[in-house]
C-alpha cells in the first residue's frame, strides 16, 4: 500500500536548520505533485510548499516564502523540505501530502498523506 514516511523533525534552536524527508513507497512517484503542511497546537492547518511532478516547479506559504526551499529526488522517491532561519512560530508537525492533482495538493486535500514529524524551535 501506499506509504509516505516523514523524518528529520526535532529540537533546534531559534536561527538553526533542519531538513525533512518524506519517503515515499507504492505509488508512481513521477507522476505524483508533492507537498508539505503543517499544524501547531490550536492552530488550523497551513500550507508551507509544493513542488510539480517534475520538480520544475514550486510554491511556498507567506510565512515561509525565503526560508524554505522544497526539492525532491524522483530516483530516490523522496521529497525534501530544507528550512533555514527557524523560529518558534515554526513549531509544529510537518506533514507531506501527495496527489496527481497539484490543485489538490495545495488546497489541502491531497489523497496520501504521511503521519507527520514533529518540529520544536526553541527561543
Known amino acids: 500500500q501506499v506509504q509516505l514516511i516523514e523524518s528529520g523533525g526535532g529540537l533546534v534552536q531559534t536561527g538553526g536548520s533542519l531538513r525533512l524527508s518524506c519517503a515515499t513507497s507504492g505509488l508512481t512517484f513521477r507522476l505524483y505533485d508533492m507537498g508539505w503542511f503543517r499544524q501547531a497546537p490550536g492552530k488550523e492547518r497551513e500550507f508551507v510548499a509544493a513542488?510539480?511532478?517534475?520538480?520544475?516547479?514550486?510554491y511556498y506559504g507567506d510565512s515561509v516564502e525565503g526560508r524554505f526551499t522544497i526539492s525532491r529526488d524522483n530516483a530516490k522517491n523522496t521529497v525534501y523540505l530544507q528550512m533555514n532561519s527557524l523560529n518558534p512560530e515554526d513549531t509544529a508537525v510537518y506533514y507531506c501530502?501527495?496527489?496527481?492533482?497539484?490543485?489538490?495538493?495545495?488546497?489541502?486535500?491531497?489523497?496520501?498523506w504521511g503521519e507527520g514529524t514533529l518540529v520544536t524551535v526553541s527561543s
Open positions: 501530502a501527495a496527489d496527481t492533482l497539484q490543485d489538490r495538493v495545495r488546497r489541502g486535500s491531497a489523497r496520501y
Open positions: 513542488i510539480s511532478s517534475g520538480g520544475r516547479s514550486t
